[in-house]
Antibody, heavy 124, light 110 residues
Framework: EVHLVESGGGLVQPGRSLRLSCAAS????????MHWVRQGPGKGLEWLSG????????AYADSVKGRFTISRDNAKNSLYLQVNSLRAEDTAMYYC?????????????????WGQGTTVTVSS | QSVLTQPPSASGTPGRRVTMSCSGS????????ANWYQQLPGTAPKLLIY???QRPSGVPDRFSGSKSGTSTSLAISGLQSDDEGDYYC???????????FGGGTKLTVL
């Protein structure tokens, strides 16, 4: 069974940084692109970033470009999101999600299995 | 304001059929696949439909999707109280070079 577990969230002051992690199991991690998606309190879903299976293609939403960095370690079956210069509007649940298509790029199929999320709260 | 437009709410009575729409443009639904996600209260999103009308294994055939031009629709037949939640469409957008979600439709089973 595919399983994704996010960690690294918490309460952080504006301007600080966090590194979110996503541990994957139950599938061949290095066959699939991966994504980060967030959801603010009472709000809809917002795609943040995607990374191809070999890190050869990476894309970001304009809202986080330059502040967030996605990466992966296929040897550790792990996905990461470095989030810098945090703002109050970054307060959200952050989900990692596996792509649907094996060996495909980040724009071909989209997200299928999602983790349970990790909460980031930005407040002084 | 999302580039994919969904009605904010939909409703139906148990056993009936409800449909919800997702309107986009050529740069997203017109050129790329679109998916539907179900988010029940307090849970993570779940893939319901991919590539407009494909159901992942385990998703009941009560759920179906379709495409027409630059729009996609989700239909739920045999409505159940457990179907109450939020439904989101998503597609890759060439202009934004990223995935975009609709604003979501909140389904109420009366």
């Amino acid at each position: 069974e595919v399983h994704l577990v996010e960690s690294g969230g918490g309460l952080v002051q504006p301007g600080r940084s966090l590194r979110l992690s996503c541990a994957a199991s139950g599938f061949t991690f290095d066959d699939y692109a991966m994504h980060w998606v967030r959801q603010g309190p009472g709000k809809g879903l917002e795609w943040l970033s995607g990374i191809s299976w070999n890190s050869g293609r990476i894309a970001y939403a304009d809202s986080v470009k330059g502040r967030f960095t996605i990466s992966r370690d296929n040897a550790k079956n792990s996905l990461y999101l470095q989030v810098n210069s945090l703002r109050a509007e970054d307060t959200a649940m952050y989900y990692c999600a596996k792509d649907i298509g094996s060996g495909k790029g980040i724009n071909d199929y989209g997200m299928d299995v999602w983790g349970q999320g990790t909460t980031v709260t930005v407040s002084s | 304001q999302s580039v994919l437009t969904q009605p904010p709410s939909a409703s139906g009575t148990p056993g009936r059929r409800v449909t919800m729409s997702c309107s986009g443009s050529y740069s997203n639904i017109g050129r790329h696949t679109a998916n539907w996600y179900q988010q029940l209260p307090g849970t993570a999103p779940k893939l319901l439909i991919y590539n407009f009308n494909q159901r992942p294994s385990g998703v009941p055939d009560r759920f179906s999707g379709s495409k027409s031009g630059t729009s996609t629709s989700l239909a739920i037949s045999g409505l159940q109280s457990d179907d109450e939640g939020d439904y989101y469409c998503a597609a890759w957008d060439d202009s934004l070079n990223g995935w975009v979600f609709g604003g979501g439709t909140k389904l109420t089973v009366l």
